[in-house]
């Protein structure tokens, strides 16, 4: 049987509020044939202005909404922040948290990451948690310390009440800061290595969950061939590629 990956397309800041409603409108038979032939998952996560609007154009289909973050707050006084509630209101399914982007340009560290998890659990979101060592660290060979770092902070906070996570999927994106954007990947043997540990500690972790280790980080039609033969790869974080339509669908395809 085909394994069912999940494709989640962040749409970064490459797209204005008019553009994104304009890509969605060219290729809205397009998404759904997608949907439809592979029936594989896709997650588009826009900007928070599209959001709604986009939902409002794809309602009563297969396809998924994200958000690219959260706020690690309930409510309150942060200016310029999002609460993982009103995602919910709005219907978001799943929530991009602790994207390098997000990590290097707004400073978002790892314990305010891991409150931004809970925040997206109380609200029934799925968090899509990024980790990802830069290239110094992967040419130090310090990869699985930082990951550690990275992910005990998430880790420590699943808490052992099962109904939370019931509906939900943990997506864990390994996302090698110097592989984001840059066309440079991992090697074969790099990615076995990394989705084998991660695999094993988040089974130790919890083995109810439904976890998703996904990779992100330069993903295009010509290499999603080699990511696929990783084992241990649920599903794809697609940056570039996913705002040009055609790229999207060969690697989905
Ligand atoms: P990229 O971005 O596919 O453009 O490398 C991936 C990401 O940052 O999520």
Redesign the pocket.
């Known amino acids: 049987m085909k394994k069912k990956y999940l494709f989640v397309a962040?749409w970064?800041m490459y797209l204005s509020f008019e553009q994104a409603l304009e890509f969605a409108a060219q290729h809205y038979d397009d998404f759904i044939a997608l949907t439809k032939d592979f029936a594989c998952p896709i997650i588009i996560c826009p900007d928070f202005t599209s959001l709604t609007s986009l939902k409002k154009i794809f309602k009563s289909t297969d396809i998924l909404f994200g958000a690219q973050d959260c706020s690690s707050h309930a409510r309150g006084a942060f200016t310029g922040q999002v609460c993982a509630e009103s995602l919910r209101q709005i219907g978001c399914d799943y929530c991009i948290i602790g994207?390098?982007?997000t990590r290097i340009n707004a400073k978002h560290d790892d314990k305010e990451i891991s409150n931004k998890f809970l925040q997206l659990i109380a609200q029934g979101i799925s968090p899509i948690i990024?980790i990802g060592e830069q290239e110094e660290d992967y040419k130090k060979g310090n990869v699985f310390q930082v990951l550690e770092k990275q992910l005990m902070g998430i880790l420590s906070r699943v808490s052992a009440d099962q109904h939370l996570y019931q509906d939900l999927s943990i997506c864990i994106?390994y996302?090698p800061v110097w592989?984001?954007?840059?066309a440079q990947i991992p090697s074969q043997d790099h990615l076995n290595n990394v989705f084998s540990w991660l695999a094993d500690k988040v089974k130790k972790n919890n083995k109810t969950i439904d976890w998703k280790l996904i990779y992100?980080?330069?993903?295009?039609p010509e290499n999603i061939g080699f990511f696929k033969k990783i084992d241990m790869i649920d599903g794809f974080?697609?940056?570039?590629?996913?705002v040009d339509f055609q790229k999207l669908k060969k690697i989905v395809q």
Do not use: P
Request: hydrophobic content about 30%; glycine content about 22%; charged content about 15%.
């Open positions: 962040n970064k994207h390098s982007e990024c994106a996302e592989s984001i954007g840059t992100g980080g330069s993903v295009a974080l697609i940056g570039g590629a996913s």
